[in-house]
């Protein structure tokens, strides 16, 4: 690997608020121990050339900012630009992809590749980004692939730890960890998320109930305090109970699916303490918090029904640089 540079971020997962994040309440996003990993050396000249092995994905990008090949790697010219304007003169690059994350899943995958890129191609080119450096490149990356976005994911993959977020705000970064004994299991339903049609769909559904639904709001606000001190304290029971009536809030208001609450059940039955969506719902992921004495038969009896599970704790590391030239 001599002349390669390595780069990493974390995933994340929302904990409490998804969807109820839009009409002002609050949400909790945590950073997860999977990672993206970006190596990257410079080459003679242009193009760049950009590789995935896991997701088979290549494309070549040339010294104008024109980009050919994969989608998977649209927001690579925003990279660059947001480089440029942090004053790096960004030379010809090769730059291969690694991640433990499924893209599309609502997990942060295209925030932690645009961190760790950004962060890998700094050190490249010059000192490597601050961490503020890295999460303001990746949110305009994060501009190209989701239109919107809230700035939660690349905040969280670029600083780790937790964050509670609400709209116009600054995200308030808090350093977070699972109760003794626990973990934090994922399961994918592997359906993809639409996530635009579930934002719309809950929003209509809750404006057509309000001012009933306007309740489930403040309630999810709360439940942020309280999912924060039951973490605090190492109270996991409370964190399952919260995670249970979270997941009925959203899923009343149409952000659920068969494959959704499928897994949330067999979570549930085979011994978590409480499991809900994580994201927008409908497909992508769902969570649950577990007890280490049941973790063997919860894992066992997700893997009956999801393509991808996994045991993770959070509070990881933000985005880091991994090796130097």
Not at 112 to 135: D, F, I, Q, R
Not at 259 to 267: F, G, I, M, R
Not at 268 to 276: H, I, N, T, V
Request: hydrophobic content about 45%; glycine content about 12%; aromatic content about 4%.
């Amino acid at each position: 690997m001599s002349g390669w540079v390595q780069a990493s971020a974390p995933g994340k997962v929302i904990l409490v608020g998804e969807h109820f994040v839009v009409k002002g309440s609050r949400a909790l996003a945590a950073s997860i121990g999977l990672r993206v990993r970006v190596k990257a050396r410079p080459l003679a000249s242009w193009p760049a050339r950009l590789s995935s092995p896991a997701l088979g994905a290549e494309a070549r990008l040339d010294g104008e900012g024109s980009l050919r090949g994969s989608s998977a790697f649209r927001q690579v010219p925003a990279i660059i630009e947001g480089l440029k304007r942090l004053g790096y003169e960004v030379k010809p690059f090769e730059a291969v992809v690694e991640s433990e994350l499924p893209p599309a899943a609502g997990l942060g995958s295209s925030a932690a590749t645009s961190a760790a890129l950004a962060l890998a191609l700094s050190a490249l080119n010059g000192e490597p980004l601050s961490p503020g450096e890295v999460s303001r490149v990746a949110y305009e990356a994060e501009k190209v692939v989701h239109g919107r976005p809230s700035g939660v994911d690349n905040t969280i993959v670029s600083y780790g730890g937790g964050l509670v977020y609400r709209a116009g705000e600054p995200p308030r970064r808090l350093s977070l960890k699972l109760p003794p004994g626990t973990r934090l299991v994922i399961a994918h339903t592997g359906k993809s998320r639409a996530t635009g049609e579930l934002v719309a769909r809950v929003l209509g559904n809750a404006e057509a109930l309000w001012p009933a639904a306007s309740l489930l709001y403040q309630a999810s606000d709360r439940l942020v305090d309280i999912v924060i001190d039951a973490l605090e304290r190492g109270d996991a029971a409370l964190l399952g109970k919260a995670f249970d009536l979270a997941h009925g809030m959203v899923s009343a208001l149409g952000a659920s699916s068969m494959e959704v609450e499928l897994l949330v059940h067999k979570a549930r039955s085979s011994g978590a303490l409480g499991a809900k969506l994580t994201g927008a719902g409908g497909g992508g992921c769902v969570i649950a918090v577990v007890e280490e004495g049941r973790l063997e038969s919860v894992v066992k009896a997700l893997r009956l029904h999801s393509p991808w599970v996994r045991s993770v704790e959070i509070g990881a590391e933000g985005a880091r640089l991994d090796r130097k030239a």
